[in-house]
């Protein structure tokens, strides 16, 4: 029987993803909330956009290395076997 997709291996493997990822998730809730410079809608369309489409990236970036992770056959064996 082989392992099952996105097990606790591969989960530790792409973990280190998800601080940077919260770290931005932080900024774009703090800008959300609490605006130090006020609100100009160029500037404040720009940083959400940067913040964003980095946040996407990196979420697809995360689920694409899992995917090249888990389709390995390097990466790939038995339980059942010894």
Partial sequence: MSRPAFDAEVALDLAVNTVPFLIMA?????????????????????????????????????????????TDDRTRYDTGEP
Avoid: C, H, K
């Avoid at 410079?37 to 970036?61: C, H, K, N």
């Fill in 26 to 70: 932080f900024f774009v809730a703090v800008f959300a909330v609490f605006n130090p410079w006020g609100f100009d809608p160029l500037q404040s369309t720009i940083q959400f956009a940067v913040l964003l489409s980095t946040m996407g990236t990196l979420a697809f970036v995360t689920y694409l290395a899992a995917r090249v992770i888990e």
